[in-house]
């Protein structure tokens, strides 16, 4: 929507689920989110050990400075200062610009925004007081935002799930010229947390 010219999308792929930096359920099918938005994915194997995570993201985009000839990355940060300040320092390091174009917007409006725009968003996973199993592949609408705003008001939980209290699945978006589905998946839960396993995925 700010003109950019995007050259790539770069994926983190780490090796265990609780990855201090970086997402990790439904890693696997960022693939397709890719090819649906016709980007080249440029995928980072990482061990996701806490900050040897953001040496393995530099190198590869210290490779895409020298190859393609980027000048900047964007995140997608709300609140977390933990991940702006690594991908701030990070992009310093490298003489990147580092753009949070997310960063302290309100998170009820920006999830309203997202739905009203055209964002097909399931939920994933879910590690908060509140969510319970329903939620593991629920599509976000407005009776679900709804919702949400009020677990925030009484539990405090991040609307937008900076926090990780849930993880998400994008499905379709004004930028995906194509559609995904989601074709086979199954509910993992144990105590009060759980994660859906999107076993097959395809693009329609």
Known sequence: MQGWDVQALV??????????MFHYPAIKWT????QAAGLRQV????????????E???????????????EGVVSGAIVSEYQRTRLDNLCEKLDLRSFAPLWHKNQAGLVSDEIEAGFEIIVTACNALGLDQKWLGKRLGARELKELVELNRKYGLNVAFEGGEAETFTLACPAFKTRLTVTRATPHWKGDSGYLDLEEVQAV
């Open 43 to 54: 995928s980072v194997p990482t061990s996701g050990v806490k900050e040897q995570e953001i």
């Open 31 to 34: 693939g397709l989110q890719a």
């Open 11 to 20: 994926t983190v792929f780490p090796d265990r689920p609780d990855s201090w």
């Open 56 to 70: 393995d993201l530099g190198h590869a985009l210290d490779k895409l400075k020298k190859s393609d000839g980027i």
